[in-house]
């Protein structure tokens, strides 16, 4: 426990800001100052970052850290509130940090616009008290998890897809982390992100919040937090339950602790981190750009999209064939298997879980589209509508 006599003191005006925390026994003053001397670093300025954000600016925690490396896009804003139509084409970090400074002026905001990875990870997660996950990838979430459990940092995990959302607290000092729960990634393309799945622009908030309260209980030592539960929320029914989880003591990261360094995330989760043996490899990609010269040299390419209709009716390029995912196997006999075909979703995920069903089936001349629609807009044609 730290000495109240070197915890910052609040000012005149902080006092009359948090007053409704200091009438709190568990807070009081002294609570208070520790959370101006405490610190979170928050992974995603999205939709769980967002109101995690907002709500640990306006308690007062003393410093937020803010990784993002992405640019506020219209589709943002139906869950992150952060950001927004003004901000529409700015850095999320820099959309973030304005807001967070008018909830709160005396919160100081750190951001980093960079891509998390193993090179930087551990520089930019030290020295923060806590860290809130707001990613919405697997690479990230086994590569934070990993980072807080060598800093001995604890790590307030979020996940959300469609109506349902899950939260925990990871690497403490007796609590699991994450590969206890998780000890392998899925199948790549096998679990949709939400910009595939969808998502209940309401959801975030939940679990957002249920994060940031999980990160001042951390920091204010009181209450008790769900290291060893995993909360499940279900918000289409309105039901929570909670699972009781147990640190793992074959877990490379927090019980045998072979894991000593971070590793390669991407190829820790990649197309052959599954139980089958890897088969998609980067020759069986073709980047946007590749693509529009080969059309525009004649190529005579089958196109497949494996989005579902209302994605297809956004958004589409000229002369592809819609084939959902899920209807795939049904629709293979009417494919031309000696074709030279490119297969593409929204992001690259769906569709290369397709081309990997095709070549099993004897497809051999199947590639996927890097990036998806979205990245042949950003690439190729601006005309196409991102979403």
């Known amino acids: 426990m730290l000495l109240t006599e070197s915890l910052p003191e609040l000012s005149r005006d902080e006092v009359v800001r948090y007053q409704r925390h200091l009438v709190l026994p568990e807070v009081g003053p002294d609570g208070q100052r520790r959370l101006k001397q405490g610190s979170v670093l928050l992974i995603g300025a999205g939709g769980l970052g967002s109101p995690a954000a907002l709500y640990l600016a306006a308690a007062g925690v ?16 139906q869950r992150q509130i952060l950001h927004g139509t003004t901000d529409i084409g700015r850095a999320k970090t820099d959309s973030a940090r ?20 193993s090179g930087n990870a551990l520089e930019i997660l030290d020295g923060y008290d806590v860290v809130i996950d707001g990613s919405d990838n697997f690479q990230t979430r086994y590569l934070v998890n990993d980072a807080c459990v060598l800093l001995a ?48 622009g309401i959801l975030p908030g939940i679990v957002g919040v249920i994060q940031a309260t999980e990160a001042i209980k951390l920091l204010l030592g009181v209450g008790e937090t769900l ?22 003591p074959d877990c490379p990261a927090c019980g045998t602790r072979e894991i000593t360094q971070l590793i390669d995330y991407e190829a820790f989760c990649g197309p052959g981190s599954g139980p089958e043996p890897p ?58 298997p000696e074709r030279e075909m490119v297969v593409y979703c929204h992001h690259g995920s769906r569709s290369a879980a397709a081309a990997e069903m095709l070549r099993r089936a004897g497809f051999r001349n199947v590639r996927n589209l890097a990036g998806g629609i979205a990245r042949w807009s950003h690439e190729v044609d601006p005309s196409i509508p991102r979403y």
Do not use: K
């Open 62 to 77: 003393g410093t937020l850290g803010l990784v993002d490396f992405d640019a506020v896009d219209p589709s943002n804003l």
């Open 98 to 117: 304005d807001r967070l400074r008018e909830i709160n002026p005396h919160v100081a905001v750190e951001t980093h616009e960079t891509r998390l990875h």
């Open 153 to 200: 940092t604890p790590c307030v995990y979020g996940s959300i897809i469609r109506f349902e959302g899950q939260a925990s607290v990871f690497a403490t000092r007796e609590g699991p982390c994450y590969r206890c729960l998780f000890r392998e990634p899925p199948p790549a393309g096998l679990v949709p992100n939400c910009a595939e799945g969808g998502v209940l």
């Open 227 to 248: 290291a060893g539960r995993l909360l499940l929320v279900d918000a289409l029914r309105m039901r929570f339950r909670t699972i009781a989880l147990r640190r793992d």
């Open 279 to 336: 088969r998609s490899t980067a020759s069986d990609e073709i980047t946007p750009r590749e693509l529009a010269e080969l059309l525009a040299r004649g190529g005579e390419i089958d196109l497949l999209d494996v989005r579902e209709p209302y994605e297809w009716d956004i958004a589409r390029i000229a002369g592809a064939r819609l084939t959902p995912l899920s209807d795939l196997p049904e629709a293979m006999p009417e494919l031309a």
